[in-house]
């Protein structure tokens, strides 16, 4: 039987984050929520997304991280990993946006 997945949307610094994970479990510290295992796409091509490699540089050294109940706004257990993203919180709009697409040839 595979590992459940889930789905974690949380605050940070005015910012809400959008990140999956194997292991979900309640902290030993009084007042937070453990999130392991963190999930990220692994692409052997020459497209990148920038806001996983974004997300990889800021949590990828992380075994375990310990997030305030306060800060989570939702924990959901997914079938399959979507897109991770980074929005505003305020405006909601992504905070990391893609490279433009050369135009296409006439």
């Known amino acids: 039987m595979?590992?459940?997945l889930y789905k974690v949307i949380f605050l940070n610094h005015g910012k809400?984050?959008?990140l999956y994970a194997r292991k979900v479990a309640s902290s030993?510290?009084?007042g937070f929520?453990?999130?392991?295992e963190l999930?990220?796409?692994v692409h052997d091509g020459l497209v990148v997304d920038p806001t996983e490699e974004r997300l990889r540089d800021e949590f990828g050294?992380?075994?375990?991280?310990?997030?305030?109940?306060?800060s989570i706004i939702?924990?959901?257990e997914v079938e399959k990993k979507g897109k991770s993203a980074i929005r505003d919180a305020e405006t909601g709009e992504n905070v990391v946006t893609p490279f433009p697409l050369p135009a296409k040839p006439r």
């Open 74 to 76: 939702r924990i959901e």
């Open 33 to 36: 929520t453990e999130v392991g």
């Open 39 to 41: 999930v990220f796409d």
């Open 2 to 4: 595979a590992k459940p």
């Open 61 to 70: 050294t992380a075994r375990i991280l310990h997030l305030p109940m306060q």
């Open 16 to 18: 809400v984050y959008e």
């Open 28 to 30: 030993t510290l009084w």
